[in-house]
């Protein structure tokens, strides 16, 4: 895979992003995106707590989970789970149809 990094803003905070030239597909970091839509103090728990949970369920979007090596905010490579924007979206549309459900709409 040739692989290109970046860091995109999104709501004024910054997102790891990687190209896949082969793919033609972007990757992005699980642990930025949890922290932009929860607004959670603890992205990195809320990750852990929601990764359980999707392989508990058996959720088609936990097996779509992978790992790259990205550049961390310091400039170190580290290893980051990622999703495709299509992840994100079933995330987004699961995660709104649960809030729908909890406040009874």
């Known amino acids: 895979m040739t692989q290109q990094d970046s860091i995109k803003l999104f709501e004024e905070k910054q997102v790891r992003t990687a190209w896949d030239e082969d793919k033609e597909e972007w990757y992005v970091s699980i642990i930025d995106v949890i922290e932009i839509l929860t607004e959670s103090d603890r992205p990195r728990k809320y990750w852990s707590d929601l990764k359980a949970k999707l392989k508990k369920e058996g959720s088609e979007v936990s097996e779509k989970?992978?790992?790259?090596?990205?550049?961390?905010?310091?400039?170190?490579?580290?290893?980051?789970?990622?999703?495709?924007?299509?992840?994100?979206?079933?995330?987004?549309?699961?995660?709104?149809?649960?809030?729908?459900?909890?406040?009874g709409n």
């Open 65 to 103: 989970i992978g790992q790259l090596k990205m550049k961390a905010l310091d400039g170190w490579q580290l290893y980051l789970a990622w999703w495709t924007w299509e992840c994100i979206q079933q995330y987004k549309q699961k995660r709104h149809m649960n809030t729908q459900a909890k406040c």
